[in-house]
């Protein structure tokens, strides 16, 4: 029997942590239902990744494809949900049938989030890995912080090798109450034409 669907997304909301150098999230009331308006509005001011966000190829490869340009296919299906141990994902935590699936992989790294400020000691997924999720024909690969790629990278292995093999990243997303295993994964970017990511709400089942 099918489970019910398990949000995997981090809520958004003012202060949240975020990659250095990007702006701050703001989320500001435009209008409040009373005497000037029967509706209540809020203005949203964010950039394309943040919290539970999806990458699309246009994020690092140059005339790569963007989100508006990728079937939702891309962003659900079949999803195995890996447990790590230690400071990286490593070749021996990918798992050896990733045909058509999307690899997520649960680590250390939810306990960072109790902190509003971004940490650079977050497990991230090394470039060999990748090149194995590539090889092993991954079609979606997702972590539990903000990057796939280690925090003082100067040349992001795993960004480039996945999205330039046509394999779309899902960054950000809450595992904690996640068991490994078997499940079916939606996580829909918004269709904003000719961009490079999206905030998404990411959910599972069990299958």
């Not at 250095?20 to 209008?31: A, F, Q, V, W």
């Not at 919290?51 to 690092?60: C, E, N, Q």
């Not at 003082?152 to 090798?161: C, G, I, K, R």
């Not at 078997?182 to 961009?195: H, M, N, R, S």
């Amino acid at each position: 029997m099918i489970g019910p669907w398990i949000d995997i997304s981090y809520p958004i909301v003012n202060g949240l942590p975020q990659w250095p150098g990007d702006p701050p999230i703001k989320m500001i009331p435009y209008r409040e239902i009373g005497e000037n308006s029967v509706a209540r509005v809020t203005k949203l001011e964010w950039i394309s990744h943040f919290m539970t966000h999806v990458d699309a190829p246009a994020h690092f490869i140059a005339g790569g494809l963007c989100i508006d340009d990728l079937s939702l296919d891309h962003w659900s299906g079949e999803a195995i949900v890996v447990e790590v141990e230690g400071d990286a994902i490593e070749e021996k935590h990918v798992p050896e049938d990733c045909q058509g699936l999307c690899i997520l992989f649960k680590s250390s790294n939810f306990e960072l989030w109790a902190s509003s400020h971004f940490r650079e000691d977050y497990v991230y997924i090394t470039g060999p890995a990748a090149h194995l999720l590539v090889a092993r024909g991954a079609k979606l690969v997702g972590v539990d912080y903000l990057s796939v790629d280690k925090w003082d990278t100067n040349e992001f292995p795993s960004h480039y090798t996945l999205l330039g093999s046509g394999v779309t990243i899902l960054e950000g997303i809450d595992l904690r109450s996640i068991t490994p295993g078997k499940y079916e994964l939606v996580a829909f970017p918004l269709k904003i034409v000719g961009c490079d990511g999206s905030p998404v709400r990411a959910a599972l089942r069990r299958l």
